[in-house]
């Protein structure tokens, strides 16, 4: 029953998303504008998944530290792309965090929380630069951030809620699978950035 | 209704604000009642307000009642300030500033000084009443709509606080961690947007 009643706060905020991004087109600033901001790049999407994904390999609290340090972090490196602050490589490094994450999640790499923290941080400062420079100039500033966190820790309560059908063989083949495959269309961006 | 059902209807109350501020929420629906649903449509004070109830309900019973009354005696110490006509531009900014201190010791999950949570709480309250200054078009007006402010700002941190004291089983509680984070997130780059425009 417990179980039962995680996949529904799990499941049911990924389901909603569908609804709220029907509304999206042509918005630059706000709610929906800042929501719709994540979901519009596969490379960020992809890397989000993956997050979630490797949780699920992780010891018990790992499958949600990653997601509570991810926004943190991301949040710093977005005051950083807000504020202009050089960093080299930013989309190089995006490209780079699908195959590392979509790795981890292949290889199923249980790492000690702290260490996958750092991994999972250092990428996130390179995510939320790229969102924080690109925001439009209108956008109203806290409705477009809460939107952008929020669509963000969906993304990784959606890898989590695929994350968490790994007790099953089947589900766990699926899910390193999918890992697989984010590392491969990483390669991908990667190969179209070069 | 479960506890689940509550924290999804919670974290999802975010979601409609948008659309809300877009429609003008408050024609129609009288002076006193436009105050007490003030805090509830403005982002930065919902943020605020949720940040510092969730910290106030983590760190229950260790944090009695001083925190929740700091909170209020800032509101009523901010509401006469603002009539007596001090208004400052900066009260936003405060705003976020404690959204995003509270939903970070919120994700750090520790046991913190009540001495902390009386000053944020006292921050809290005193920006969220000077960042709400009334629109109506007489005193008497104005007046009765800083009460219903006062009253809906004290009523949305204590049902906060009671939300979030009633979420005892170990994933609740991580959700609400995962949620100070996307607070704090939020409050971190919002606030910088907002000093840098």
Redesign the interface.
């Known amino acids: 029953m417990r179980s039962l009643g995680l996949c529904f706060w799990i499941v049911v905020p990924s389901l909603l998303a569908t609804p709220v991004l029907a509304h999206t087109g042509g918005v630059s600033g706000g709610f929906v504008g800042g929501f719709a901001h994540p979901l519009f790049g596969p490379d960020h999407v992809l890397a989000m998944v993956a997050v979630g994904l490797w949780g699920a390999f992780l010891d018990a609290p790992g499958i949600f530290i990653l997601p509570i340090v991810f926004p943190l972090v991301m949040a710093f490196g977005g005051a950083l792309g807000i504020l202009n602050v050089p960093l080299l490589g930013t989309e190089a490094a995006i490209a780079i965090s699908a195959v590392v994450l979509g790795l981890m999640v292949a290889l199923a790499a249980r790492l000690p929380i702290w260490m996958a923290s750092v991994v999972v941080g250092a990428f996130a400062i390179f995510h939320g630069y790229a969102h924080g420079a690109e925001l439009p100039a209108g956008a109203d500033a806290v409705l477009y951030c809460v939107g952008f966190v929020i669509a963000t820790g969906l993304l990784h309560l959606s890898g989590i809620a695929l994350g968490l059908t790994v007790r099953w063989p089947v589900g766990n083949i699926g899910v390193r699978g999918a890992g697989a495959a984010i590392t491969c269309a990483g390669i991908v961006f990667l190969w179209r950035l070069a | 209704m479960?506890q689940?059902a509550l924290?999804?209807i919670g974290?999802?109350a975010?979601?409609p604000?948008?659309a809300a501020?877009a429609h003008a929420p408050f024609e129609g629906v009288g002076s006193f009642y436009g105050g007490l649903l003030h805090p509830l449509f403005v982002?930065?004070h919902v943020?605020a307000v949720v940040g510092t109830g969730l910290l106030m309900g983590r760190q229950a019973p260790r944090w009695r009642w001083f925190p929740p009354a700091s909170y209020v005696a800032g509101l009523a110490v901010g509401f006469a300030a603002m009539i007596s006509a001090y208004a400052p531009q900066s009260a936003g900014a405060v705003l976020?500033a404690a959204a995003a201190a509270s939903g970070?010791l919120v994700?750090l999950a520790r046991p913190l000084p009540e001495i902390l949570g009386c000053v944020l709480a006292l921050m809290t309250g005193l920006a969220l009443a000077l960042d709400s200054p009334p629109g109506g078009i007489s005193v008497r007006e104005a007046n009765v709509i800083l009460i219903g402010t006062f009253c809906g700002a004290a009523v949305l941190l204590l049902g906060v606080v009671e939300l979030t004291i009633m979420l005892r089983?170990e994933?609740q509680r991580?959700?609400v961690?995962?949620l100070?984070?996307?607070i704090?997130?939020?409050?971190?780059?919002?606030l910088?947007?907002?000093l840098?425009?």
């Open positions: 479960s689940a924290l999804v974290l999802f975010l979601l604000m948008d501020i982002p930065t943020l976020l970070a994700a089983r994933w991580i959700g961690r995962i100070g984070s996307w704090a997130a939020s409050a971190i780059m919002g910088t947007l907002r840098t425009r």
